[in-house]
């Protein structure tokens, strides 16, 4: 044996457990202290994950917004031009028909032309406010999902806890080197 053997040898008994309490008091001090750390690093890790995507998603919002406003503009000008025109127009074509045919069927036709052009242009609207969807890609979308699990899952503490009983075994029995 060293020397240091020797002299932990002619130590009291209450005097290595004092030694061995304060080294004790000390690892679990530092393990509370390294998984507050580790805790704090994780929480800025995914604080700054989660603005990215955030901002991420305010930017397409953005830009699918303005899309969106288009197609609802268009949309809102068909409704005005086929209520202003489907009046004027239909007075004048089924004037025009009438010349050739009977009332009713001038009526029928007229009718049936009016139909087609508000259906085209609520069809253009359509197709825009398509374009302009989904307002968040998929992709931003589940990175915030993905941040959100990361958050929940793999608790640090619970983690903390496992490295205390794992201490506080190899304090029970320091010889044995296999447990640590």
Do not use: C, Y
């Not at 690093?41 to 397409?60: G, H, K």
Request: proline share 2%; no cysteine.
């Amino acid at each position: 044996m060293s020397a240091n053997g020797t002299a932990l040898r002619k130590r009291k008994i209450g005097e290595l457990v004092h030694v061995l309490a304060d080294d004790a008091k000390t690892l679990l001090r530092k393990e509370v202290e390294l998984a507050k750390a580790e805790l704090n690093e994780r929480v800025e890790v995914l604080r700054t994950d989660l603005a990215r995507d955030v901002s991420d998603a305010r930017e397409q919002l953005a830009e699918s917004g303005s899309k969106a406003a288009a197609g609802a503009g268009l949309l809102a000008g068909a409704a005005v031009v086929s209520i202003v025109v489907l009046g004027l127009a239909a007075a004048m074509l089924t004037r025009l028909f009438d010349h050739a045919m009977t009332l009713g069927a001038a009526l029928t036709l007229t009718f049936v032309v009016f139909a087609l052009a508000a259906a085209v242009l609520a069809l253009a609207g359509r197709n825009r406010l398509k374009r302009a969807t989904p307002l968040v890609l998929p992709r931003t979308a589940s990175q915030i999902r993905a941040d959100a699990r990361r958050a929940v899952g793999g608790n640090p503490v619970e983690q903390t806890v496992e490295t205390v009983k794992e201490d506080v075994e190899w304090l029970k029995h320091p010889t044995r080197s296999e447990t640590r």
